[in-house]
């Protein structure tokens, strides 16, 4: 085959050496070339469809719809809808609850030999089972009961399937309405409720024998992700009281590298709420608008905002990672699945913002500035978030001022940075029910000054204090028959007579331990505890809790099953062994862990029966100077709109923190005719206006209409002008008019800086005089990444068929919604012509047009060649140089596009009128590759 490479190349020839125009234009424009222009500054590029809508309507009424998106109705772009639909994913509402959670123990059987036949029944008594906590498997690093003998190989048989099984209550069958298993598995497995089949994956046989192999070895665990599985009709098999949950796992062969099982079952009244995966499937919204909608322009400046107003997905999901409430619920729930949720809450978080910014992309500025400074996403980016009363932090003041309002050192100092930064105190965020969480602009001006689980009251249940029997680690308390750390200890059953008697909180090194253990300090690194408590789920609170302040870190048990343990301790064992030394340390005042007991209701035994409270508590070091544990268990109820932290259907937004407000005079841009002073003694909520009162207050000066005209004028019209040239005048004459023109516009309307009404004036669709119209400006411009992947798309009619097209972008240099600095990518051309660019440019377009898998497109040649009459590859490079060049391609590139669709892979004459099917149509492929691959292609 041709070198294409080598073609496009020698197109490409004189590229690098000028970037300032492709050709020499015209001095006036032919209809045809303003409707390419205007598609492809308004638009991603011409599409045969929009020529033909503008080319019948009109240019100046396409510009005026383009203006007024709210005119286009797009409720039937069934393409647009589902392309976008396929971006969302379903997830377990927020009001599920858990029969049985990751971390349970399990009965299991080894699939050596065929388990009993009644072994998933409810009547089956699996005494002689060994048992073990979920995930079960090995090779993952992510199992807890590791089966090391599973595996076949020389040294060992090894053996295809494990039986599990566990047993839940449910007090009444009758209000579970939707059910679903949540599994994370390798290879194939069979799920029974009661002994019935609910589910199947990967797995023949009825039932399947124990050395049945599985029937693929794909699975969740390879790509760190489970499943949710609906399971509504199962719901019928449960009955009131005890029932049991079984699986059988198999592998895919004897020798595999590893296998995993970890399932969960949970019910909900709502069903499966949709949420974004993660922030590819945000990046792809760009791509889909911008090839697919109607409403180009408004595609074009959402995308421009989003750029302007530059955030970093990565450290927003850094930031909720560290969350202590998140720490805590990787350890209760598995990390995979947690980082998964938390992935989608930042990937929200950034789709949140973006779908602002997008719906309100020709509104106001003012607006679009305050929801920037109050989204989430920017209050973590630019460190809002640490912004506090005694301790300012001036990164979000500086940009504001530097990136987003004013530009570099416009009418602005140090000192006013130095200010702003005290107005921006107490800015922060909280989680809310999607339901509560009020528009903007309500959510800026009126923010919620409550975290996101307020309480109310609450009534202790369990407070510290005496009843506690303990054992110190100079060994373990129980072993089993294998000599190995038993659960014994845990159970009700237990005698603990023997055991000392002592008060919460235990420890020493703190001076706030009742029982001091004087005695631990260089010798034992352990202490376990075990008490008889009533818990009464009953009470008319929201929510029961065991709260536990620990150091270095702990497990704890509920009447011989472990419910919890501290992040620290994950890979410890079940149980861990008295002489585990806590890898990472812990300090009380770092967070208290909680663990919601309703959720462990079929655990608990009702009033007046005890129950069995047992925690293991183990240090960082034999040496470590302190240890604590302070358990408590309490009732609470919870304000108004409160929401746990990690809900993950909950709704991140803006909190002001009024405790954390410097409320003291402030001054800005002192001794100026733009002076803002804001008093001292703005008090609660009122605090918040000393920020809000500065942002609206930059809407209204020139140095922000100076800025965003000159970024508005540097993305529709040219690169020529600068806030630098624009001050001294040294920009061409035509483009000072314009801008001079555009920042009138922006002071026209009542509230200053309507993006709408300074675009009309910047594109002048009536009159068609101003600069954007000079043949200088056609064509000068070179297309972003984004530009060009959506052009060539538009161009050739193609359809996006899979999800890897943003990881084209991020070759090409792009990677929106992920930019480490705040300045957002470059607009001006020259930043985006390197050789490396300009090969994955190339190497997009060629495979885009023969259809393959690294362009993630398709389109139809044949459907072109049927509705354009297009026969001779003469019919194609004139279709092409109609609709992409507006017929202004030279001579001699035509005559390029000719010489190589006429010759074969070694370069020999091989005329296209003598090839047939397959070979025919590959060749008018690779030359339209060739065509999108030109100099001309990569302006706009």
Same mark, same amino acid.
């Given at each position: 085959?041709?070198?294409?490479?080598?073609?496009?190349?020698?197109?490409?020839?004189?590229?690098?050496?000028?970037?300032?125009?492709?050709?020499?234009?015209?001095?006036?424009?032919?209809?045809?070339?303003?409707?390419?222009?205007?598609?492809?500054?308004?638009a991603?590029g011409?599409?045969?469809?929009?020529?033909?809508?503008?080319?019948?309507?009109?240019?100046?009424?396409?510009?005026?719809?383009?203006?007024?998106?709210?005119?286009?109705?797009?409720?039937?772009n069934?393409?647009?809808?589902e392309?976008?639909?396929?971006?969302?994913?379903?997830?377990?509402?927020?009001?599920?609850?858990?029969?049985?959670r990751?971390?349970?123990?399990?009965?299991?059987?080894?699939?050596?030999?065929?388990?009993?036949?009644?072994w998933?029944?409810?009547?089956?008594?699996?005494?002689?089972?060994?048992?073990?906590?979920?995930?079960?498997?090995?090779?993952?690093?992510?199992?807890?009961?590791?089966?090391?003998?599973?595996?076949?190989?020389?040294?060992?048989?090894?053996?295809?399937s494990?039986?599990?099984?566990?047993?839940?209550?449910?007090?009444?069958?009758?209000?579970?309405?939707?059910?679903?298993?949540?599994?994370?598995?390798?290879?194939?497995?069979?799920?029974?409720?009661?002994?019935?089949?609910?589910?199947?994956?990967?797995?023949?046989?009825?039932?399947?024998?124990?050395?049945?192999v599985?029937?693929?070895?794909?699975?969740?665990?390879?790509?760190?992700?489970?499943d949710?599985?609906?399971?509504?009709?199962?719901?019928?098999?449960?009955?009131?009281?005890?029932?049991?949950?079984?699986?059988?796992?198999?592998?895919?062969?004897?020798?595999?590298?590893?296998?995993?099982?970890?399932?969960?079952?949970?019910?909900?009244?709502?069903?499966?709420?949709?949420?974004i995966?993660?922030?590819?499937?945000?990046q792809?919204?760009?791509?889909?608008?911008?090839?697919?909608s109607?409403?180009?322009?408004?595609?074009?400046?959402?995308?421009?905002?989003?750029?302007?107003?530059?955030?970093?997905?990565?450290?927003?999901?850094?930031?909720?990672?560290?969350?202590?409430?998140?720490?805590?619920?990787?350890?209760?729930?598995?990390?995979?699945?947690?980082?998964?949720q938390?992935?989608?809450e930042?990937?929200?978080?950034?789709?949140?913002?973006y779908?602002?910014f997008?719906?309100?992309?020709?509104?106001?500025?003012?607006?679009?500035?305050?929801?920037?400074?109050?989204?989430?996403?920017?209050?973590?980016?630019?460190?809002?978030?640490?912004?506090?009363?005694?301790?300012?932090?001036?990164?979000?003041?500086?940009?504001?001022?530097?990136?987003?309002?004013?530009?570099?050192?416009?009418?602005?100092?140090?000192?006013?940075?130095?200010?702003?930064a005290?107005?921006?105190?107490?800015?922060?965020?909280?989680?809310?029910?999607?339901?509560?969480?009020?528009?903007?602009?309500?959510?800026?001006?009126?923010?919620?000054?409550?975290?996101?689980?307020a309480?109310?009251?609450?009534?202790?249940?369990?407070?510290?204090?005496p009843g506690?029997?303990?054992?110190?680690?100079?060994?373990?308390?129980?072993?089993?028959?294998?000599?190995?750390?038993?659960f014994?200890?845990?159970?009700?059953?237990?005698?603990?007579?023997?055991?000392?008697?002592?008060?919460t909180g235990?420890?020493?090194?703190?001076?706030?331990?009742?029982?001091?253990?004087?005695?631990?300090?260089?010798r034992?690194?352990?202490?376990?505890?075990?008490?008889?408590?009533?818990?009464?789920?009953?009470?008319?609170?929201?929510?029961?809790?065991?709260?536990?302040?620990?150091?270095?870190?702990?497990?704890?048990?509920?009447?011989?099953?472990?419910?919890?343990?501290?992040?620290?301790?994950?890979?410890?064992?079940?149980?861990?062994?008295f002489?585990?030394?806590v890898?990472?340390?812990?300090?009380?005042?770092e967070?208290?862990?909680?663990?919601?007991?309703?959720?462990?209701?079929?655990?608990?035994?009702?009033?007046?029966?005890?129950?069995?409270?047992?925690?293991?508590?183990?240090?960082?070091?034999?040496s470590?100077?302190?240890?604590s544990?302070?358990?408590?268990?309490?009732?609470?109820?919870?304000?108004?709109?409160?929401?746990?932290?990690?809900?993950?259907?909950?709704?991140?937004?803006?909190?002001?923190?009024?405790?954390?407000?410097?409320?003291?005079r402030?001054?800005?841009?002192?001794?100026?005719?733009?002076?803002?002073?804001?008093?001292?003694?703005?008090?609660?909520?009122?605090?918040?206006?000393?920020?809000?009162?500065?942002?609206?207050?930059?809407?209204?000066?020139?140095?922000?209409?100076?800025?965003?005209?000159?970024?508005?004028?540097?993305?529709?019209?040219?690169?020529?002008?600068?806030?630098?040239?624009?001050?001294?005048?040294?920009?061409?004459?035509?483009?000072?008019?314009?801008?001079?023109?555009? *920042?009138? &516009?922006?002071?026209? /309307?009542? %509230?200053?800086?309507?993006? =709408?009404?300074? !675009?009309?004036?910047?594109? $002048? #669709?009536?009159?068609?005089?101003?600069?954007?119209?000079?043949?200088?400006?056609?064509?000068?411009?070179?297309?972003?990444?984004?530009?060009?992947?959506?052009?060539?798309?538009?161009?050739?009619?193609?359809? *996006?068929? &899979?999800?890897?097209? /943003?990881? %084209?972008?991020?070759?090409? =240099?792009?990677? !929106?919604?992920?930019?480490? $600095? #705040?300045?957002?990518?470059?607009?001006?051309?020259?930043?985006?012509?390197?050789?490396?660019?300009?090969?994955?440019?190339?190497?997009?377009c060629?495979?885009?047009?023969?259809?393959?898998?690294?362009?993630?497109?398709?389109?139809?040649?044949?459907?072109?060649?049927?509705?354009?009459?297009?026969?001779?590859?003469?019919?194609?490079?004139?279709?092409?140089?109609?609709?992409?060049?507006?017929?202004?391609?030279?001579?001699?590139?035509?005559s390029?596009?000719?010489?190589?669709?006429?010759?074969?892979?070694?370069?020999?004459?091989?005329?296209l009128?003598?090839?047939?099917?397959?070979?025919?149509?590959?060749?008018?492929?690779?030359?339209?590759?060739?065509?999108?691959?030109?100099?001309?292609?990569?302006?706009?």
């Open positions: 085959m041709k070198n294409l490479y080598f073609v496009s190349a020698g197109l490409l020839g004189a590229f690098c050496l000028s970037l300032s125009v492709a050709e020499e234009r015209a001095r006036s424009l032919t209809e045809d070339q303003k409707i390419g222009h205007v598609l492809n500054r308004l991603y011409p599409s045969l469809g929009d020529v033909s809508r503008v080319r019948e309507m009109g240019i100046a009424a396409y510009i005026e719809e383009q203006l007024h998106p709210e005119r286009i109705d797009e409720s039937g069934r393409r647009l809808q392309a976008m639909d396929q971006r969302n994913l379903d997830m377990i509402p927020g009001s599920a609850e858990f029969l049985v990751q971390g349970k123990h399990w009965h299991y059987f080894k699939g050596t030999v065929e388990p009993p036949r009644e998933a029944q409810p009547g089956f008594k699996p005494t002689a089972w060994p048992k073990g906590p979920s995930g079960f498997g090995y090779g993952d690093d992510d199992d807890r009961t590791v089966l090391e003998d599973m595996q076949g190989g020389e040294d060992q048989r090894g053996y295809l494990l039986y599990v099984r566990t047993e839940f209550d449910v007090p009444d069958p009758s209000v579970i309405r939707n059910l679903f298993l949540k599994v994370a598995y390798d290879d194939g497995f069979v799920g029974y409720l009661n002994g019935h089949e609910i589910l199947r994956v990967n797995l023949r046989g009825n039932p399947p024998r124990h050395d049945q599985a029937s693929s070895s794909s699975g969740t665990v390879e790509r760190g992700e489970h949710t599985f609906p399971v509504k009709d199962a719901a019928r098999f449960l009955v009131k009281g005890r029932n049991v949950l079984a699986f059988q796992v198999h592998n895919h062969r004897i020798g595999s590298s590893d296998l995993t099982l970890i399932p969960e079952l949970a019910h909900a009244p709502d069903p499966p709420a949709r949420v995966e993660g922030v590819r499937q945000v792809e919204r760009m791509h889909l608008r911008g090839v697919y109607r409403k180009q322009l408004q595609a074009v400046l959402g995308e421009f905002w989003e750029n302007h107003f530059c955030t970093d997905f990565d450290k927003v999901e850094d930031y909720i990672d560290d969350l202590p409430a998140y720490e805590r619920k990787q350890t209760a729930e598995g990390e995979d699945r947690v980082e998964r938390i992935a989608s930042a990937a929200g978080i950034e789709l949140q913002e779908e602002f997008y719906e309100n992309a020709l509104g106001h500025f003012g607006d679009l500035l305050l929801y920037s400074a109050t989204s989430p996403s920017m209050l973590i980016y630019l460190d809002s978030v640490l912004n506090l009363k005694g301790e300012p932090n001036e990164n979000y003041a500086r940009e504001i001022l530097e990136l987003y309002a004013f530009g570099v050192d416009n009418r602005y100092t140090q000192r006013d940075i130095e200010e702003l005290r107005c921006f105190t107490g800015w922060t965020i909280r989680k809310m029910a999607s339901e509560d969480q009020p528009g903007f602009p309500k959510s800026a001006r009126e923010p919620s000054t409550e975290p996101s689980l309480v109310a009251n609450e009534k202790v249940l369990m407070d510290l204090g506690w029997k303990y054992f110190k680690g100079f060994r373990e308390p129980v072993r089993d028959r294998q000599g190995k750390p038993s014994a200890w845990t159970k009700r059953s237990f005698n603990d007579r023997l055991w000392l008697t002592g008060r235990f420890g020493y090194g703190d001076d706030d331990d009742t029982t001091v253990l004087r005695d631990m300090q260089g034992y690194v352990s202490l376990y505890l075990r008490k008889a408590v009533p818990i009464d789920l009953s009470l008319s609170h929201e929510d029961v809790v065991l709260e536990i302040a620990y150091d270095d870190g702990y497990v704890a048990y509920l009447n011989g099953e472990e419910i919890g343990r501290s992040a620290n301790m994950l890979e410890a064992g079940s149980p861990p062994p002489d585990h030394i890898p990472r340390n812990h300090e009380v005042d967070g208290v862990d909680v663990i919601d007991l309703r959720e462990l209701a079929s655990l608990i035994k009702s009033p007046p029966a005890l129950n069995t409270l047992a925690f293991q508590v183990h240090n960082g070091s034999r470590s100077s302190d240890l544990i302070r358990p408590r268990i309490v009732a609470r109820n919870y304000k108004p709109g409160s929401i746990p932290l990690t809900d993950p259907l909950g709704t991140w937004t803006f909190r002001f923190r009024p405790e954390q407000h410097d409320i003291g402030k001054t800005l841009f002192k001794g100026t005719e733009h002076e803002i002073q804001l008093p001292a003694g703005r008090r609660g909520r009122a605090g918040v206006n000393d920020a809000i009162d500065v942002i609206d207050a930059m809407s209204k000066h020139p140095s922000t209409a100076e800025f965003i005209v000159v970024k508005l004028l540097n993305k529709f019209v040219s690169d020529e002008i600068s806030l630098e040239t624009y001050h001294a005048k040294s920009a061409p004459p035509e483009l000072l008019a314009l801008m001079d023109k555009a *920042i009138a &516009a922006w002071f026209s /309307t009542p %509230r200053p800086g309507h993006i =709408g009404t300074v !675009l009309e004036t910047i594109l $002048d #669709p009536v009159n068609q005089e101003s600069f954007f119209w000079s043949p200088r400006a056609v064509g000068a411009k070179i297309k972003t990444p984004i530009e060009f992947i959506n052009s060539s798309y538009r161009a050739l009619g193609a359809e *996006i068929v &899979a999800g890897d097209l /943003t990881e %084209r972008m991020e070759d090409m =240099g792009m990677d !929106l919604f992920r930019r480490d $600095d #705040p300045d957002g990518y470059p607009e001006l051309g020259h930043e985006w012509m390197d050789t490396h660019n300009l090969l994955e440019r190339m190497r997009f060629q495979d885009l047009a023969v259809n393959g898998n690294y362009a993630s497109g398709r389109w139809s040649i044949q459907s072109l060649m049927r509705g354009e009459n297009l026969e001779s590859a003469e019919d194609f490079v004139r279709y092409f140089d109609r609709l992409a060049f507006q017929g202004q391609l030279p001579e001699r590139r035509k390029v596009f000719l010489d190589f669709v006429n010759t074969d892979d070694e370069g020999y004459a091989d005329p009128a003598d090839l047939k099917g397959i070979s025919r149509i590959r060749r008018l492929q690779q030359m339209v590759g060739i065509i999108l691959s030109t100099q001309e292609f990569q302006f706009q």
